[in-house]
């Protein structure tokens, strides 16, 4: 590393402090302890008001710009909480399914499952639930807003992190297994530090994801049951019932003001910070910077009271556990393989037993006529997923690879992305309606982008993570054998972001069948419009109370998602692990 010699000969200007001693807090320690306190406030109001009585429920959410700071804070901390949930979700569900492959059984077609099952079919059956568990307090209405919004996160990440689990490279794996790491170890150590990077940017674009579902979650109805809840979401939904266009843009500004916020005091000294956990051999060229991480680092007593507890952490990941063998390649044996087969028999069997309950639940209202419709819709809302999101790889992989390859440039447009990503696409319906019903076009055809505003964010975000994760000997290997553009795509580029590409299109493609069940009804005051589809049909539903007609389109939802991942996604995935893993 270079070194000028006038920046040589200086010396290091000593810390700016309160007062004298080696060990005495400086000034950034007193600026960055009252943040903390600034946030704890903020918090215990937030949470004050979200164990209020159910009678505060009563009150009207308005259209008075005073009010808006207080829903931002009620907002943004049923995100936090939802993404503190799925973060915990994540280290134990993905790291279950990479494991096991037992639990894999289970779990992957859960996760396909629950990633198409709109938030609106959530809510359908959860509501009542949560508003039962605590009576007589505005928390069961908290809880209901945020698992919905826990419900639109927690799948990309599990996907995510189940991805980086599976492709650590094998001299990693090998050196775990040579010290012979306890598996609590391993995780804390080779694991996590593995998958950081990928799963930061998800985590990102799952926090960004929450604000699309947040209208619905927080302006809930379902048949006769209607829970409103103060917050950015359900001023939205009272602007475009209202056609209020100045308080449209009053919501998407505030939005933006918090969106800059949480990314400037959480998210860019997370990514700062994780920089050190890239899979390399020779040092980046520049590296991701953070105003409040170097504030951090320059300060005297909180780092050093965050290393004493990591060090008190590393010392509890030391210890014995009840299994010390690390988790090394699976050994196929005839008894595993048996074992395998009875499983999946068992869990064959189980599901059979859940569909013949489903089928029971909707035969008694419901006939073939109402199976060939939704089967029908749901062709259609098919064909526009895997259009859209062809169109969305086609522009979004190429922008990723090259915002991934410039870590300044990618820094300065992480607050961008996020917007963008976060930006609700209820803003654009009334703009779709109008041009729409101006055009006079066809809203089969024209209200389908609408499904891929908010999801096709995610090919983005993870293309950056998996451009930025190639290692810079690779680069410089690259740049002097002079690889032409085409060759350099095919040998270093496509091998290194795929594992990330496919993740970040099949939550894409997860989160789009979702999507199409507030893209395919879209409104402007009493102006309405419907595309056919099977997003369509499970809106009208449950609009209407329709039980029986809910389950139906999840269940065909469901299937077609299922299929679409074993015949399109899995494929690409065990490439992805197999012939272009790191080794």
Request: glycine share 6%.
């Amino acid at each position: 590393m270079r070194t000028s010699r006038n920046h040589a000969a200086r010396p290091a200007a000593p810390p700016l402090g309160l007062g004298g001693g080696r060990f005495a807090p400086n000034l950034f320690d007193a600026a960055i302890f009252l943040l903390i306190v600034g946030v704890f406030v903020l918090l215990g109001h937030g949470v004050r008001e979200m164990t209020a009585p159910v009678a505060q429920l009563g009150t009207p959410v308005t259209l008075d710009p005073a009010n808006l700071p207080e829903y931002a804070l009620r907002t943004t901390l049923r995100m936090f909480a939802a993404i503190v949930a799925s973060l915990v979700f994540t280290l134990v569900v993905a790291t279950l399914a990479a494991r096991s492959r037992k639990a894999e059984l289970v779990i992957v077609p859960a996760l396909d499952i629950l990633q198409s099952v709109p938030v609106l079919g959530f809510l359908t059956f959860t509501v009542a639930f949560f508003l039962q568990l605590f009576p007589g307090s505005v928390l069961g209405a908290e809880c209901a807003a945020i698992f919905a919004i826990f419900t639109s996160q927690a799948w990309n990440m599990a996907f995510s992190f189940y991805q980086s689990l599976r492709t650590v490279p094998r001299d990693l794996d090998e050196v775990a297994r040579h010290f012979r790491f306890s598996p609590w170890l391993r995780f804390w150590r080779l694991d996590v530090p593995f998958a950081a990077p990928g799963l930061i940017w998800n985590t990102m674009m799952s926090m960004s994801g929450g604000w699309f579902f947040v209208v619905a979650s927080e302006a809930i109805t379902v048949g006769d049951t209607t829970v409103t809840l103060p917050g950015i979401g359900s001023w939205l939904a009272l602007a475009i019932q209202e056609r209020d266009i100045h308080a449209v843009l009053l919501a998407v500004a505030t939005m933006a003001a918090v969106i800059l916020a949480y990314d400037q005091l959480i998210f860019r000294p997370i990514v700062a910070w994780a920089d050190k956990f890239r899979f390399e051999q020779t040092a980046a060229d520049s590296r991701p910077r953070s105003w409040l991480y170097d504030f951090w680092r320059r300060a005297r007593m909180l780092p050093r009271i965050t290393r004493g507890v990591g060090w008190l952490v590393n010392q509890i990941a030391r210890l014995p556990t009840p299994i010390t063998r690390p988790p090394g390649p699976p050994r196929a044996t005839p008894a595993s393989r048996r074992g395998e087969m009875v499983f999946a028999a068992i869990l064959a069997g189980l599901v059979g037993y859940a569909a013949w309950h489903i089928v029971t639940f909707t035969r008694a209202t419901l006939s073939l006529d109402d199976l060939r419709a939704a089967l029908g819709d749901g062709l259609l809302t098919l064909v526009r997923v895997l259009v859209l999101i062809a169109l969305a790889s086609f522009v979004w992989v190429p922008v990723g690879v090259w915002i991934g390859l410039r870590p300044r440039l990618a820094t300065a447009l992480q607050p961008v992305a996020q917007f963008l990503a976060a930006f609700p696409a209820n803003v654009v319906f009334p703009v779709a309606v109008v041009a729409i019903v101006s055009l006079r076009l066809d809203p089969n055809v024209w209200l389908s982008p609408l499904m891929i505003l908010g999801t096709q964010w995610y090919i983005l975000f993870n293309v950056i993570a998996g451009a930025s994760a190639i290692q810079t000997d690779l680069r410089d290997v690259a740049a002097l054998y002079r690889l032409g553009a085409w060759q350099k795509w095919r040998q270093l580029i496509v091998p290194a972001i795929l594992p990330y590409y496919v993740t970040g299109a099949l939550t894409a493609a997860g989160g789009s069948w979702n999507a199409s069940i507030v893209a395919e009804v879209a409104s402007w005051g009493d102006t309405h419009l419907r595309a056919e589809g099977l997003g369509a049909y499970i809106a009208d539903a449950t609009a209407a109370g329709d039980f029986p007609r809910v389950v139906l389109g999840i269940v065909v939802m469901s299937g077609m998602v299922i299929a679409c991942n074993r015949l399109l996604w899995r494929p690409l995935y065990r490439l992805a692990e197999n012939r272009f893993r790191v080794e």
